[in-house]
């Protein structure tokens, strides 16, 4: 008798290190999710390459860009935290339509028409769209010159919308990822190529072979964070944007990827 109560005091000592090691390991464990607030836990939706607002980072494996520190930087200031999710432009559109995800930051352009069935923050950069043309073409000097060329641009993006509606006499060609587009361009096969201004002037000026801009900027635009229709996240978020505006939080984060700022953010301050 002595030495079954015995066993069963052993028994139920080692039940409970067990449960104890276990409760242990699962606290421990916080998934892909940035920050820790004690919050809530928010998915973003961010394109996967869109330099320099969002791009995957080749040696760490990690999604980095003006974008991803943003809002890192609005989620600690709100106090939540997120998990960040890539993928095509498109799906980060299509993501926010069926509320998928909790937040987009995609360098996406506000418009009307996405207005209709997504809602956005307050504008967190201004910006338009940008011709590339070869470095030695000198018959593309400005949009005026883009009859019977051949442009290239992204796909679902408001460059492709722009070209549609006033270049009709050009030869629109769509790619799924900007950058094919500028190898067609430094290849030969494209005339040239409109994209959104930060876009085209980092690439030229950092990844390209032999390219140049054209023209002035066109069609101002605005860069928003998107949310699914009626969103609570939406006043959270700006106000967290605003005190990074006026604390020097955004400067410091526009620095860092875009260097002294040329344009971007006046109408948000």
Same mark, same amino acid.
């Given at each position: 008798?002595?030495?079954?109560?015995?066993?069963?005091?052993?028994?139920?000592?080692?039940?409970?290190?067990?449960?104890?090691?276990?409760?242990?390991?699962?606290?421990?464990?916080?998934?892909?999710?940035?920050?820790?607030?004690?919050?809530?836990? /928010?998915?973003?939706?961010?394109?996967?390459?869109?330099?320099?607002?969002?791009?995957?980072?080749?040696?760490?494996?990690?999604?980095?860009?003006?974008?991803?520190?943003?809002?890192?930087?609005?989620?600690?200031?709100?106090?939540?935290?997120?998990?960040?999710?890539?993928?095509?432009?498109?799906?980060?559109?299509?993501?926010? %339509?069926?509320?998928?995800?909790?937040?987009?930051?995609?360098?996406?352009?506000?418009?009307?028409?996405?207005?209709?069935?997504?809602?956005?923050?307050?504008?967190? /950069?201004?910006?338009?769209?940008?011709?590339? *043309?070869?470095?030695?073409?000198?018959?593309?000097?400005?949009?005026?010159?883009?009859?019977?060329?051949? *442009?290239?641009?992204?796909?679902?993006?408001?460059?492709?919308?722009?070209?549609?509606?006033?270049?009709?006499?050009?030869?629109?060609?769509?790619?799924?990822?900007?950058?094919?587009? =500028?190898?067609?361009?430094?290849?030969?096969?494209?005339?040239?190529?409109?994209?959104?201004?930060?876009? *085209? %002037?980092? /690439?030229?000026?950092?990844?390209?072979?032999?390219?140049?801009?054209?023209?002035?900027?066109?069609?101002?635009?605005? =860069?928003?964070?998107?949310?699914?229709?009626?969103?609570?996240?939406?006043?959270? *978020?700006?106000?967290?944007? %605003?005190?990074?505006?006026?604390?020097?939080?955004?400067?410091?984060? =526009?620095?860092?990827?875009?260097?002294?700022?040329? /344009?971007?953010?006046?109408?948000?301050?």
């Amino acid at each position: 008798m002595k030495a079954k109560w015995y066993l069963f005091i052993m028994v139920m000592a080692l039940s409970m290190l067990l449960a104890a090691c276990g409760s242990d390991s699962e606290a421990g464990t916080s998934g892909d999710s940035e920050g820790d607030s004690g919050g809530e836990t /928010y998915t973003v939706a961010t394109d996967n390459n869109f330099v320099p607002f969002e791009f995957m980072n080749e040696e760490t494996g990690e999604m980095e860009g003006f974008d991803i520190d943003l809002i890192k930087a609005i989620a600690d200031e709100a106090g939540f935290n997120i998990e960040i999710e890539s993928m095509k432009f498109d799906g980060v559109v299509a993501g926010m %339509q069926s509320g998928r995800y909790d937040i987009g930051i995609a360098g996406m352009t506000i418009t009307e028409e996405r207005k209709e069935t997504i809602d956005f923050s307050d504008p967190y /950069y201004d910006a338009g769209l940008m011709l590339a *043309v070869s470095a030695d073409n000198d018959e593309i000097q400005s949009e005026d010159d883009l009859a019977g060329k051949k *442009v290239g641009t992204r796909s679902g993006t408001t460059s492709e919308t722009y070209i549609r509606e006033n270049h009709p006499d050009a030869e629109l060609i769509t790619f799924p990822g900007i950058v094919e587009a =500028y190898m067609d361009l430094e290849s030969g096969r494209l005339d040239a190529v409109m994209y959104d201004v930060p876009n *085209v %002037q980092y /690439y030229v000026a950092n990844d390209s072979e032999g390219l140049k801009t054209a023209g002035d900027i066109l069609q101002g635009e605005q =860069y928003g964070i998107a949310f699914p229709k009626d969103s609570e996240l939406v006043s959270d *978020v700006n106000e967290a944007l %605003q005190t990074l505006i006026d604390n020097g939080t955004y400067d410091d984060i =526009y620095e860092e990827w875009f260097g002294e700022r040329k /344009y971007g953010t006046e109408s948000s301050e």
